[in-house]
């Protein structure tokens, strides 16, 4: 079975309906006001209305406030919420939905530890990410995938610098349950390439 795709930070209905038709089982939709790739709760449900059935939406937050997020899911039908700053397991969870909560991957932090502290029935999975002083996504940047553990005990999106041309070893390296990437099928932060997007998936194993 292939390994299943995220592509995060779409901006508008059209790109997000052509990226599911490309093959992404998931699109992130970035609720963090400083990101290039923020988008409006309005355009957000836009997005998530064009969707194609079976592709999930997956809504972004960094640090926000419970008022935000609850703001949110009021008005556009999230499938997935994406905790990519510091919130802890009891934030992640008040809210009720299934949830996924990113680790920068930094040096000194034990990832399982991290990992196993979020197992819990909402927690579908950990996301790696790369570590960035000051930027908490979406910087292009990859890390060491060699470093990582082995087993898991949540299912695991790799995330951090993935594009084309380096997406299989990485599968092949870290055997993942999901990638995720932005940068790397993007012409300019928070513009979509539909070529990239469509290597990116060909290029998933
Ligand atoms: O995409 C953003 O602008 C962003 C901003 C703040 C926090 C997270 C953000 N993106 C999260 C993602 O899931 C990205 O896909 C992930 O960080 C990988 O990004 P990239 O290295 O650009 O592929």
């Keep these: 079975m292939r390994t299943r795709i995220k592509i995060c930070g779409l901006r508008d209905a059209a790109t997000a309906r052509q990226v599911a038709l490309l093959g992404a ?38 640090n ?15 499938d997935l919420l994406q905790f990519h700053g ?41 996301l790696l990410d790369a570590w960035v002083d000051g930027v908490p996504g979406g910087t292009g940047e990859s890390f060491d995938w060699q470093a990582l553990p082995n087993e898991w005990p949540l299912p695991l999106i790799l995330s951090g610098g ?7 070893a990485a599968i092949a390296c870290v055997q993942p349950w ?11 932060k928070g513009i979509k390439d539909l070529v990239l997007v469509e290597s990116f998936v060909r290029a998933v194993i």
Excluded: T, W
Excluded at 67 to 78: C, D, I, R, T, Y
Excluded at 179 to 187: K, N, R, T
């Design 162 to 168: 993935l594009h084309p041309e380096n997406v299989a």
């Design 86 to 126: 510091d919130e802890d397991l009891a934030f992640c969870s008040q809210f009720g939905r299934p949830f996924i909560k990113a680790l920068r991957v930094k040096p000194g932090i034990n990832l399982l530890e991290y990992a196993a502290s979020f197992v819990s029935p909402l927690c579908r999975g950990i």
């Design 25 to 62: 089982d998931a699109i992130g939709l970035v609720f963090y006001p400083p990101s290039p790739r923020h988008v409006s709760v309005a355009l957000a449900a836009e997005i998530v209305a064009a969707l194609p059935v079976f592709v999930a939406s997956v809504g972004l937050f960094v």
């Design 178 to 188: 999901a990638v995720d990437v932005s940068s790397g099928v993007e012409q300019c």
């Design 64 to 78: 926000a406030s419970v008022e935000n997020v609850s703001a949110v899911l009021e008005k556009v039908p999230l």
